[in-house]
């Protein structure tokens, strides 16, 4: 198990960008793939993104390819999201987890408790 804090999300304007950051205080991360999923009010959770541990983006949701895209540097033992071009839609609370491929889709658990993003119109 390992314990994951996320940090970076705020208000930002519809077009703008933000970069999301995850780390774990105890732990290196260097051996997990870790991801993205977003939760908003009254939606379903939804995965964004795995990045495995040599850092190729192995999962990006259809819905955010071409506009975000996942990186790693085990150097500071930290993994990153970067966000551009966001929607109103994008709106959520993005949690870091560890993930893999289940059935049929990605998979997430050990989640920090996360940050918001809000994207203004």
């Known amino acids: 198990q390992v314990q994951l804090v996320e940090s970076g999300g705020g208000l930002v304007q519809y077009g703008g960008s933000l970069r999301l950051s995850c780390t774990s205080s105890?732990?290196?991360?260097?051996?997990?793939?870790i991801g993205w999923f977003r939760q908003s009010p009254g939606k379903e959770r939804e995965g964004v993104s795995c990045?495995?541990?040599?850092?190729?983006?192995?999962f990006l949701a259809d819905s955010v390819k071409g506009r975000f895209v996942g990186s790693r540097d085990k150097t500071k033992n930290m993994i990153y999201l970067q966000m551009s071009s966001l929607k109103p839609e994008d709106t959520a609370v993005y949690h870091c987890?560890?993930?893999?491929?289940?059935?049929?889709?990605?998979?997430?658990?050990?989640w920090g408790q996360g940050t918001q993003v809000t994207v203004s119109s």
């Open positions: 987890a560890t993930c893999w491929y289940g059935i049929g889709k990605y998979d997430y658990e050990d």
């Open positions: 990045i495995n541990s040599s850092g190729e983006n192995a």
């Open positions: 105890g732990s290196s991360l260097d051996d997990y793939a």
